[in-house]
């Protein structure tokens, strides 16, 4: 079985300074990892995906992700936040146990806020 | 880009009505997902389709069924809205193969009074 925990609920940060929200997940096999982001009354939109290549991701937007094997870690970093950062942001995880066609598991959520 | 579409925004029903809802993608996914999502709760996959005519139960199918009878349309039907349906309805797609990535739709928020 696979699971996703995101550590913090809410992560409030100043513009500017940098943005680390956490992500350690479970799997049994070799996972696929994903970070997405929700803003408020839209859809989830694709930030960054690790599939087993390169360890550090980058993604949209100048977020970049690195996956940590011995960790079971997932953080989503970036260097500078903007304002348009504030949002949901959901870690998320497919492994090749999910049947029939590729199941996500999704963590609960970080809310991420951009104090001016 | 991948485009995945919902017929509305916003919807407002009355207890005991048969609500559809519908999603459409444009990228010839082969796997297509319903999933509601509560504060608190997070996303919580209802049903979710391999193929056309193919359909499998997610977490929380109860009150709901489906129907795919093109590969790029994907069906949500509440035969009987009730009030704790009241929630944020998100379709989603991805490839059969691949990095499984889902994409989403900008959701539907539907409210049974």
């Known amino acids: 079985a696979q699971s996703v925990t995101q550590l913090d609920s809410h992560v409030s940060v100043s513009e500017g300074t940098p943005v680390l929200l956490r992500c350690n997940y479970s799997?049994?096999?070799?996972?696929?990892l994903f970070w997405y982001v929700q803003h408020p009354n839209k859809g989830l939109q694709l930030l960054l995906k690790y599939t087993s290549a390169a360890t550090l991701v980058k993604g949209i937007n100048g977020f970049e992700a690195e996956f940590k094997k011995s960790e079971t870690s997932f953080h989503l970093t970036k260097p500078s936040a903007h304002m348009s950062d504030a949002a949901e942001y959901f870690c998320?995880?497919?492994?090749?146990?999910?049947?029939?066609?590729?199941?996500?598991?999704f963590g609960s959520g970080t809310q991420l806020t951009v104090l001016p | 880009d991948v485009k995945v579409t919902q017929s509305s925004r916003y919807l407002v029903k009355r207890t005991g009505e048969k609500v559809f809802l519908e999603c459409v993608q444009d990228m010839d996914h082969e796997n297509m997902f319903w999933y509601r999502q509560d504060p608190g709760l997070g996303l919580r996959l209802i049903y979710f389709?391999?193929?056309?005519?193919?359909?499998e139960k997610g977490d929380i199918p109860e009150g709901y069924s489906v129907s795919r009878e093109k590969k790029e349309r994907f069906s949500l039907i509440l035969e009987s809205a009730s009030t704790n349906q009241t929630s944020m309805y998100l379709c989603?797609?991805?490839?059969?193969?691949?990095?499984?990535?889902?994409?989403f739709g900008p959701g539907t928020r539907l409210t049974v009074t």
């Open positions: 799997s049994s096999y070799s996972p696929s």
């Open positions: 389709s391999y193929d056309v005519k193919m359909k």
């Open positions: 989603a797609s991805s490839l059969w193969t691949g990095g499984y990535e889902q994409y």
């Open positions: 998320v995880v497919s492994d090749q146990t999910s049947g029939s066609a590729r199941q996500l598991t």
